[in-house]
C-alpha cells in the first residue's frame, strides 16, 4: 500500500493538516514558511505522496474557531507568529 498523504482538515490560520491512513504519519503544515509540525511520526522513512487529487475529490473540512486545537499546536503557531 502506497502513502499517500491526504489533506484532512485546514484551520482558521491556513495551516493545513496531513495524514497518511497507511502508517497514520500526521502533521500540521504552515504553508507559507513549510513548516511542519509531527504529530504522528508513524513510518517517518517511507515515501510519501501529496494526494492532490484528494484535495480535489473531496473538500476537506475546515476547523471551526471554537474547535480546541491541540496544546503542541497552539505552542507551534504562537512561535510562528513571534518569530
Ligand atoms: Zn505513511
Known sequence: MDHILALIAVHPTEVQEWQ?????????????????????????????????????AGAPKVAQDDEPLPKEFEDWINKLEGG
Open 20 to 56: 497518511c491512513a497507511n502508517c497514520g504519519y500526521h502533521f500540521m503544515l504552515e504553508p507559507i514558511t513549510r513548516t511542519r509540525l509531527i504529530l504522528d511520526s508513524g513510518d517517518f522513512s517511507a515515501p510519501h505522496d501529496f494526494s492532490v487529487g484528494g484535495v480535489e
